[in-house]
């Protein structure tokens, strides 16, 4: 069979077509309700701008350069992802600043993230001298340079060196290497976005900001400049924002929000609380076995559940109360002929990102239509 002859994948064909009514949308599907993603996107440029830091979002939530380019417009620097393959969609899809807020490590990938730097201002994380090293072997042969951050572990426990004397004297190898620009740190606490209360976020976040602070302080008595320090997420930001210490904040999930999210405990008047569910599965109901339980078609292809189950949304008193491959349970709060067989049912997904990584295409719908089709082009395993 030669190209021309060659089927046409499901990942290509969009699940509706722009104009069509949300009733038309094939399942399951990912919908964004524009106008709630519009505030989300305007609300959080607002914040940074009075918190007087950059916003450098994270397009590991959605993926999508159309979605960034809007981040963009609305005053982001640029973006963060953690793939040098989400970063070549990034850059592909015309975002000109783009930071690997991550570790990257093996020759093939640091020759494309070199060469990469050569289309748009690339920064990445270290947090090892031997990986520095190879990275500027790897931007010498490109004849390009890129921007690095030391990255720091101020209490996520994931990646990053200890704070203090190891964190400079990985600056040092970093502000020696040739190809290499020494930018800053990467401080970010990924552990505390999702804790309950805003008084133990605000207890883990106290911790990182003084650990940011004291290495800044030990990097710059030894005559190096740090110029930034950057981190910070969805569940946190307006904490470093306001800590006069970060420099640059990196929420992603606020664009869209999630079931998880969700269980947060605002502080009072933050803007956290004003961020809506602009994500949402759409699922047909495709068996009504019992008065009491329902079937949807989004299961676990459809859906991550790594934060638990979605939430359902058009069900007064429904619970999504089981998943496998291509179904997802639903247990009725009163037994009964709703929702019918063939019915459409919106879900919230108990976590956005990797959700999204389930899909090729974001939906937008405005005023019960179809907007625009967005390719999720950054999705899948990253490499």
């Known amino acids: 069979m030669n190209a021309s002859s060659a089927p046409v994948t499901a990942s290509v064909v969009p699940p509706a077509r722009v104009g069509d009514p949300v009733e038309a949308v094939d399942t399951p599907a990912l919908l964004v ?32 350069p159309d979605v960034a380019l809007r981040q963009v417009a609305a005053g982001a620097v640029g973006v963060c992802v953690q793939k040098v393959a ?23 990938k640091l020759a494309r993230l070199a060469a990469l730097a050569g289309r748009a201002r690339l920064s990445v994380c270290v947090d090892d001298a031997a990986n520095a090293a190879d990275l500027s072997r790897a931007v010498l042969a490109a004849a390009t340079t890129i921007d690095v951050f030391v990255e720091v572990d101020v209490g996520g426990a994931r990646c990053g060196v200890a704070p203090g004397a190891p964190a400079l004297e990985l600056a040092r190898a970093v502000d020696a290497l040739p190809g290499l620009c020494f930018a800053g740190l990467h401080a970010y606490h990924g552990s505390a976005q999702h804790l309950r209360t805003d008084a133990e976020r605000r207890e883990a976040i106290g911790r990182a900001c003084a650990l940011a602070a004291r290495t800044r302080e030990q990097i710059e008595d030894a005559g190096i400049a740090v110029p930034l320090i950057t981190g910070a997420g969805t569940g946190t930001f307006e904490i470093e924002g306001a800590s006069g210490v ?30 809506e569910h602009s994500l949402f599965i759409l699922s047909t109901v495709m068996s009504r076995p019992q008065p009491a339980r329902a079937v949807c078609d989004a299961g676990h292809k459809a859906s991550s559940s790594d934060s638990g189950y979605p939430q359902v949304v058009d069900v007064p008193g429904a619970t999504y109360a089981g998943a496998s491959d291509e179904h997802g349970v639903i247990v009725l709060g009163v037994p009964g002929p709703v929702p019918a067989l063939g019915e459409r049912i919106r879900l919230v997904p108990g976590h956005c990102d990797p959700t999204v990584n389930l899909h090729d295409w974001l939906v937008g719908i405005r005023q019960g239509r179809v907007e625009c089709l967005w390719p999720v082009s950054a999705r899948g395993p990253g490499f």
């Not at 609300?43 to 918190?51: G, K, Q, V």
């Not at 592909?92 to 490590?105: L, P, Q």
């Not at 929420?251 to 004003?274: C, I, K, L």
């Open 246 to 275: 970060y420099g640059e904040i990196q929420a992603g999930s606020y664009v869209f929000m999630d079931a998880d999210y969700a269980r947060n405990q605002p502080a009072e008047d933050s803007v956290f609380a004003r961020f």
């Open 86 to 108: 989400e970063a070549e969609a990034m850059v592909a899809g015309g975002i000109a600043d783009v930071f690997v807020s991550n570790e990257v490590v093996g020759e093939r």
């Open 33 to 64: 309700d524009l106008d709630a993603f519009e505030r989300n996107v305007a609300r959080m440029a607002a914040r940074a701008r009075a918190l007087g830091v950059r916003l450098r979002p994270h397009a590991k939530t959605h993926k999508s």
